[in-house]
């Protein structure tokens, strides 16, 4: 006879096991610390690895106009909150303005996601599925995509809300109320979209938890911290902004987006990124052996993008059950308030850009959902029950494929690079940082044109304009004269320019619009303006020219 507290999938279903935190015996002690340390030794081999991806270079191409006394959206454009460049400029304060510490900062965030997987996920599921799960994460989590970007540290933020959410729930104590508020508040300071997400997940678990119990979920004081906790950071920087005069200049770049990110970068859900090249060599070029290796190291691609559905659909299912009286609200209080958080976040990405790499983003929060379904009994269904063992093998040879293919890619990088912020390793010897650094000194005035500020932060120079990159469609037709002007103004400064960057425009932002395309005006303005003075060839096959303007000549 079915038991009264059904669990959907991956919950326990005995009445000897309610859904709170697990007993503290030691191993869930030990687990944590061991899955901190053991991340922390693995990730230390993606430290100086880089490909020199183009959206690494935002946050600490910002992070050093702050320590030169610049204040975002006064002196410089960025529609991020501050929460990352304030961040990482406080770390190059206190320990050393260097590539190394700003990435090891990212070795202690994706450290402590595999932690908050576990704790999380051990909510509603055994100790094992728990642990498999949390080793997902520390494979394919911050490894994925080993970047200093504020989406993994919004990613722990978020995790932390909803790990204290839970608590405040489980113990009814001010001071976890406060706690979440502050989380949630925090996460909007280090990225928007996704402190919005938490936070409309939050009120939606709340909501339902009025509506099935007929009653307040928490009492007035715990309500009270909480608004005490969301409000106290965001007047805080209301506050510093408004000091310095750039509150209307803060509040305008925040909002920015949502009349001109969404214009290009709205995909199919679960969108991959990838060109005709990249199919053409995963899916039709080798023996089938291969071609077959190649599907199980991309198909995890396909099964994070399932997950927050899974989540969403338990969310309907613990509504309904509760609802009809299978099991009582208190028992559902928990997975209701963490289902909703899921389908926040899910609302965040669909509404932002729904590729693969957004969805990567959270997945130690994805991952919660999966626990769920490797953690089915018969009770919740026979066949998730049966297929537990050949789900789980496809899982870890899907993701553990695609994490080898990783970390050789990190390890595999021999070339060395000496920069102006630390050495970096590579796959080819970059050609671009040597040649900036022997022809500009630090602080001087450069273009990188469109897309690549962190040759800025490598080379220790600075953009001619209020803006670090410019990417046709999303950003306005005003600040591309803006950055024309500032050239203008300064016939000094050198451009490094990538020609080829539109061919690339396809692939990423499939949405921009071809008028964009067609019509460059600042690729216009350089090329009858400024003459080439050498090709630079990077890592990645990109192709880069140095141009001096034509009054000058080349070094």
């Keep these: 006879m079915q038991t009264t507290t059904q669990y959907v999938s991956g919950l326990q279903t005995d009445n000897k096991t309610p859904l709170k935190i697990a007993p503290r015996v030691w191993p869930d002690r030990v687990i944590p610390l061991l899955l901190f340390l053991f991340s922390v030794v693995y990730l230390l081999i993606f ?32 529609f991020y909150t501050p929460g990352s460049y304030y961040l990482v400029a406080l770390l190059f304060r206190i320990f050393g303005d260097s590539f190394a510490i700003a990435r090891f900062s990212i070795v202690i965030v994706g450290a402590l996601l595999p932690v908050m997987t576990y704790l999380t996920a051990r909510r509603g599921c055994s100790r094992e599925i728990a642990l498999v799960t949390s080793l997902l994460t520390i494979v394919a989590g911050v490894a994925y995509r080993f970047l200093v970007l504020h989406n993994w540290y919004s990613t722990l933020l978020a995790c932390l809300a909803v790990y204290a959410a839970l608590r405040a729930i489980e113990t009814h104590r001010p001071l976890w ?29 709340f909501l339902l938890q009025r509506l099935l119990q007929r009653r307040k ?30 509150l209307v200049a803060m509040l305008r770049d925040w909002l920015w987006p949502l009349g001109h990110y969404g214009a290009v970068n709205h ?33 995890s691609g396909f099964i994070v993008p399932a997950l927050p559905l899974v989540a969403v659909g338990s969310l309907a299912c613990w509504t309904i059950w509760i609802w009809q009286g299978k099991v009582t609200a208190e028992k559902g209080a928990q997975h209701v308030v963490l289902s909703s958080d899921l389908t926040g976040l899910l609302l965040s990405v669909v509404l932002s850009r729904a590729d693969i790499i957004h969805f990567m983003y959270l997945l130690p929060l994805w991952l919660v959902s999966l626990a769920w379904v490797l953690d089915a009994n018969s009770s919740n269904g026979r066949l998730l029950a049966s297929s537990r063992a050949g789900l789980m093998c496809f899982l870890t040879l899907s993701f553990g494929l695609m994490g080898l293919a990783l970390l050789t890619t990190a390890a595999g990088a021999r070339q060395i690079t000496v920069t102006r912020r630390g050495w970096i390793r590579t796959r080819q010897t970059d050609p671009v940082i040597p040649y900036i650094n022997a022809h500009h000194s630090s602080g001087t005035p450069l273009l990188v044109y469109p897309y690549l500020p962190l040759y800025y932060y490598l080379t220790d120079t600075q953009s ?25 103004a300064h016939p000094e400064s050198s451009v490094l320019f990538e020609p080829s960057f539109l061919e690339k425009i396809g692939t990423s932002w499939p949405r921009t619009s071809v008028g964009v395309i067609a019509h460059d005006s600042i690729g216009n303005y350089i090329v009858h303006n400024y003459r080439v003075c050498q090709l630079l060839r990077t890592p990645s096959d990109a192709l880069f020219e140095y141009l001096v303007s034509r009054e000058r000549g080349c070094p």
């Design 47 to 78: 430290l100086r690895y880089s490909a020199l991806e183009p959206d690494e270079g935002i946050v600490l191409q910002g992070a050093e106009r702050i320590l030169r006394g610049q204040l975002p959206y006064r002196d410089f454009f960025s």
């Design 177 to 205: 109320a406060f706690a979440t508020g502050s989380l949630c508040s925090l996460t909007v300071l280090f990225e928007q979209s996704k402190g919005t997400g938490i936070l409309v997940g939050l009120a939606l678990g």
């Design 217 to 246: 979920l928490f009492r007035w004081p715990e309500l009270a911290y909480a608004a005490i906790g969301f409000v106290w950071p965001l007047a805080l920087v209301a506050g510093y902004f408004a000091w310095n005069h750039a």
């Design 267 to 299: 995909v199919a859900y679960g969108y991959q990124n990838w060109s005709d090249r990249s199919r053409d060599l995963i899916f039709h070029s080798g023996p089938a052996w291969a071609t077959l290796v190649k599907v199980l190291v991309v198909s």
């Design 464 to 488: 001619v304009a209020r803006l670090d990159y410019f990417q046709p469609g999303m950003n306005t037709a005003e600040q591309g004269e803006e950055i024309i002007a500032q050239l203008k």
